[in-house]
């Protein structure tokens, strides 16, 4: 039987990576499902509560094929690279071991905090928040996503990302401390948040619950390193 041209990779690009496991209905399209088989004797309030997340759902999937619709080649490889090192924590391991070597007292009590930051919130998102979630990782070649941009997809469930998560904690702990480095940490950490959507191993929601929660943690974290040498708070809103 002879090969049809779509099996064949092209000639320019490498063989995609693999997809990942078995594709299934997002959570939230699965929680309104099952919502809904009860419909008839549901009350107001379960209605409510299925438009809902459906609503969220085509917003979540609509925003993830803006982002994959993206013409920007220069940026490929790039956010290729950023997703692809921010595996394990390693850049924020590697900013808190500077900061422990050469930053001093305060340095080392700030690399201290965000890494337990780090750990924190990488025990909370990666065990009770993803097993509870059991969200399936997007279907990137069915929603567009360009196969120069794809990293291997990971085996874990999708939501909330534990990369956003992670970079999220140390930014907010290590920038409460050390408020010079407030701005270029949270700028990383952005970077490293949209990178996981860009090549498509995580919904928009997957991203920013994932930060939100890491950002809790951090502030967690940086209060806790704070009292400890009897020194005030960050102020509301910083």
Do not use: C
């Not at 391991?93 to 422990?100: H, P």
């Amino acid at each position: 039987m002879p090969l049809t041209p779509e099996l064949w990779p092209p000639a320019d690009n490498p063989a995609p990576l693999e997809a990942g496991p078995p594709q299934a209905e997002p959570v939230e399209q699965r929680l309104a499902n099952q919502l809904s088989t009860d419909r008839a004797d549901a009350s107001a309030a379960r209605i409510r509560a299925l438009a809902v997340r459906r609503r969220l759902g085509r917003y979540d999937h609509a925003a993830y094929r803006l982002v994959a619709r993206l013409s920007t080649p220069l940026l490929d490889e790039p956010l290729r690279r950023v997703s692809g090192y921010a595996n394990f924590s390693r850049p924020w391991v590697i900013t808190a071991g500077f900061l422990a070597v050469f930053g001093g007292p305060h340095g080392r009590r700030a690399a201290l905090a965000g890494l337990a930051a780090v750990g924190a919130t990488s025990l909370v998102v990666n065990q009770p928040m993803k097993l509870i979630g059991e969200r399936h990782r997007p279907d990137r070649n069915g929603l567009g996503v360009p196969q120069q941009r794809w990293v291997t997809m990971p085996p874990s469930t999708s939501f909330p990302s534990g990369h956003s998560a992670s970079a999220a904690a140390f930014a907010v702990a290590i920038g409460d401390l050390l408020p010079a480095l407030k701005l270029p940490l949270r700028g990383a950490a952005s970077i490293v948040a949209f990178s996981r959507v860009y090549t498509g191993v995580h919904y928009p929601s997957d991203v920013l619950v994932g930060a939100t929660v890491g950002a809790l943690l951090g502030r967690v974290a940086s209060t806790v390193a704070r009292r400890a040498r009897g020194a005030p708070g960050p102020a509301a809103g910083a």
